[in-house]
Structure formats: C-alpha cells, structure tokens
C-alpha cells in the first residue's frame, strides 16, 4: 500500500477484527469502527450480573488451518476447553440423539409406528407427489409423510419461517443427502449389502472458556497493541468515492458528532442493505435497489436461570414440536462451566423471528414468562424453577436467500469492483453470505492478502456443498432459497 491513510475497517466482529489483526501484523495502520458497545458481532459473549451467554452457539472447529492457527495465535492454548459435542431432537414428548442412531430412533416410535413409518416411505416411492420442484414434495417422496411431519416440517418452518412448501428442493438436494433421521431408521429396518456409512459430525470441538467473545476481546487489545485503533459505539455514516476509488468515510460518534477520516481501503462488515445508503455520490438507484431487496432472518434468546441439578447434557436440543415457538434450547452451563456459577446452569431459549414481528416486539417480562411456560409443556424445568431471567435480541442474525439475492449480490459487488476498487466486502452480513465464524474470518485473511498485492477470490470461500463438518473434505455451508420476503410483506 503506497497511500499513508490507515485502513478503515467497518464493524468489530470476528471478520473486521480478522483483519484489523492481519494488517497490524504487516505494520499497517488500520482503523476499527464498531457501532455497538462490545465487539463479536453475532460470535459475542453477553455478560449480565456475572452470567455469560454465547448467542447462537459457536463451536470452535474448522478444516481451515490458517483459521485454526490464528485462534491458537490470538489465545494462548490454557484458554480453549475440549468439549464434547452432544446435542438431541425433541419431538412427542422424547428425545432423539443427534446425529442420529437407529436403535434409539426405533426404540423412541416403537414397533408400530416404525413399520408405519416404513409403509409410508413405500408408499412414497411407489406414488410420489406430483411436484418435487419445493422442498416439501422433495422430502415426502424420498422419505414419506409420517418421516416428513415428525422431522423436517416443522423445525425448518421455526427457523426459516416460511412453509417448507414455499421452498425450492434444490436446497433440500444439498443439505438433507449425507444426514437424516429416516436414513437412520430405514438403514436399520431394510440393510442393504454395500451400502456406505453416513459420516457422523464432529464428537468434540474447541471452546474459549470464557465464550467466543473472549476471543474478540483479545484480538481488540493485540490490535490496539500493535498501534491500531478500535472505537466502539462509532458508527461509520458515509463513504465518499472519487475517481473510482474511497477517499475517505464519515464518522458518528457516541455523542452525535460527526468527523471524517481519510482511508486508504476500506473493508465493510456491514450488511448489504444497509451499506448501499452510504456512499457519495450516491449509488445508481438500480445498485440501491439491489441493496433494499436483501433481507435477513433474526434472532433472540431467552436465558433463564435454573438449579444444575434440572439441567440437560446437551449443548443444545433442537424442538420440533409445534406446540411451542423455541427452536432450540442451549445449556450454557455444557458449553463451559466458566460461563455460568457454582451450583446454577442457564438454558437459552432461542426463537427465530423477523425484526418487528410479534415475538421481537414483545416485551422482555412477557418473553421471559413465554420461555418459562414452554420450558414446562417440554418437561425441561418447572416455571417455578427458574430464579431470573434475560433477554437478548441479535437481528441480521442470518442472511435470508431469496431467489433474488444472487443477482442482488453480484449487481452491488460488481458495481463497487468498478467503481470503488478499494472497498471490500468480507464477513457475514457483508457479503450477505450464510458464512460460519471460521468462513468469515478466512475472507478477511484472503482480503487483506490481496490488499498487500495477493490474488484471491474471496467470494469462492463456502461455496461447498458438503456442510463442514461432515468429514467430506468441504468448508462450506449451504443455505436454503426462500420465498421473497419483499412478496411476503
């Protein structure tokens, strides 16, 4: 870089930090912008009166070695726990191991229901539905409706909310092949000679004892350190282009003020939607639009305290009954006994919502009550249980892939190759790409590589089929397209 203006980087979560590190690491001088008051993004660790809460879960393994190596760099090897991976599905009043085995699948349905369940996949192949271009025909023709009710329809309503009906089957083709409960039972009840072993996901994983947002905090201080700057409650306003290149962006501070600081790169974190308002001149109306017509799926999470003694193994149990609205429930206290106190654990309830919906909006009294009767109907703990509790709203948690999205991407990131040859896209939200933490972080190490005169295609990073950790060779992680929430709303 022959320009002596540092490098702006937007947003202190796992991917701008990435790269805050990596330039500071070469010697460059680079500037950290962070709207909220910690950094993390999505991969923090919230702290309330000495309780802490990993929203969303993150388990720390990857088959990306200079991923793997930078956490090992950033925290010293007493800090990480080995933990072992457990999680269940709960669905009619039972618990499911996941993944899945057979002999507990079966002795869950029993006898009769086993050999319905087995009818019905025969009756599937024999009469298929008529349309498998969504998922539901996809799944029922392949598995049956009795398989299909009890695991998929109702999970992947919760999480993605919409039908599954509403979504294509090309995503099905992708996520469902190597990994399914019906597999699990019919492979036991109709063996077949030759047949090959689903690859199990990973039994133990990497975990910072104090959550992930350990890990951030100290990237922020070895950044710091080494002589970078990380503000936080600052919000980047305004990026202004000249001559095809960023010259420079507006800064909001806490107080309301506003400044402007000279950059020689600027790499975004920030989601799509948001970042096409941002520059000046402004962008075509046909770039705007592109950036407007992206949408998000969001998230909150109600952690209610309760005696250790009530607590399950699990790191979390997936809930596919439709009886309740929580998706998934973690127990913070068997990701790390660090994160909670002696003789309590924490069970975080989590909803998938939209933003401004009727579960987002409603108030943390009410969630907190919600998440106590639905820790009852599920026979988890009593409401009278639970000594305290907490909520906590993350939005933008995942990008939303409609059938627009694609073109909507390709439109904003081709225009700014062009026009703003010095911005880069990375991360999460700023490349509206349903990333893992390790994905992110990668396309930051590949980014600030090619800022130092590298040639790589970030955008090629999780583009695999195979979801990582199924042992199959892949990083990446699919995720499904959706009906358009702009047709929706």
Request: aromatic share 12%; glycine share 8%.
């Amino acid at each position: 870089m022959s320009d002596s203006s540092p490098v702006v980087v937007i947003g202190g979560g796992p991917a701008g930090l990435t790269a805050a590190y990596e330039i500071v690491k070469r010697g460059g001088s680079v500037i950290v912008y962070e709207g909220d008051s910690v950094v993390g993004g999505i991969s923090r660790t919230v702290e309330r009166d000495g309780w802490r809460f990993d929203i969303g879960g993150h388990r720390f393994f990857t088959k990306v070695k200079e991923v793997e190596d930078l956490w090992h760099e950033i925290l010293p090897d007493e800090d990480f726990l080995l933990r072992p991976r457990m999680s269940r599905i709960f669905y009619d009043g039972k618990y499911y191991d996941y993944p899945l085995k057979a002999g507990n699948a079966l002795k869950n349905l029993g006898p009769i229901e086993a050999v319905r369940c087995v009818l019905s996949y025969v009756w599937a192949r024999v009469h298929p539905p008529k349309d498998q271009t969504n998922y539901e025909g996809w799944l029922v023709a392949r598995f049956g409706w009795r398989l299909y009710r009890r695991f998929f329809e109702t999970y992947t309503q919760k999480v993605w909310g919409v039908p599954v009906k509403e979504m294509p089957a090309d995503w099905a083709a992708q996520r469902v092949k190597s990994l399914s409960l019906s597999n699990a039972i019919l492979n036991a009840l109709l063996p077949k000679r030759g047949q090959t072993d689903i690859t199990s996901l990973i039994e133990e994983f990497q975990y910072p004892k104090y959550g992930p947002g350990m890990m951030w905090e100290k990237c922020a201080e070895l950044i710091m350190a080494r002589g970078g700057e990380v503000h936080l409650r600052t919000k980047v306003s305004g990026i202004r282009i000249e001559s095809g290149r960023a010259i420079g962006v507006d800064i909001t501070h806490a107080d309301g003020s506003v400044s402007y600081q000279p950059a020689s790169h600027v790499i975004s974190t920030m989601p799509m939607a948001q970042l096409v308002d941002t520059f000046t001149p402004p962008l075509p109306p046909e770039i705007k639009a592109a950036g407007h017509d992206l949408h998000y799926r969001d998230f909150l999470t109600v952690a209610l305290v309760i005696p250790e003694e009530l607590a399950f193994p699990d790191n979390w149990i997936y809930i596919h009954a439709q009886e309740v609205k929580v998706g998934r429930i973690q127990n913070f206290g068997s990701w790390s006994p660090y994160l909670v106190k002696e003789g309590r654990t924490c069970l975080g309830l989590e909803f998938f919502v939209f933003e401004g919906d009727e579960l987002w909006a409603a108030s943390d009294e009410d969630l907190i009550e919600q998440g106590k009767r639905e820790l009852e109907y599920l026979g988890l703990a009593k409401a009278v249980d639970v000594e305290m509790g907490y909520v906590f709203r993350m939005p933008k948690a995942y990008p939303y892939y409609d059938s627009h999205y694609q073109a909507n991407v390709k439109a904003i990131a081709s225009y700014l190759e062009e026009n703003a040859s010095n911005v880069h896209l990375i991360g999460r939200n700023g490349m509206h790409k349903y990333n893992n933490q390790d994905h992110s972080m990668f396309t930051a190490i590949l980014t600030v590589d090619n800022i130092y005169g590298g040639d790589h295609d970030v955008w090629n990073v999780n583009v695999e089929e195979e979801y990582h950790e199924s042992g199959k060779g892949g990083t990446g992680r699919d995720a499904p397209i959706l009906p358009s929430r702009a047709a929706r709303s």
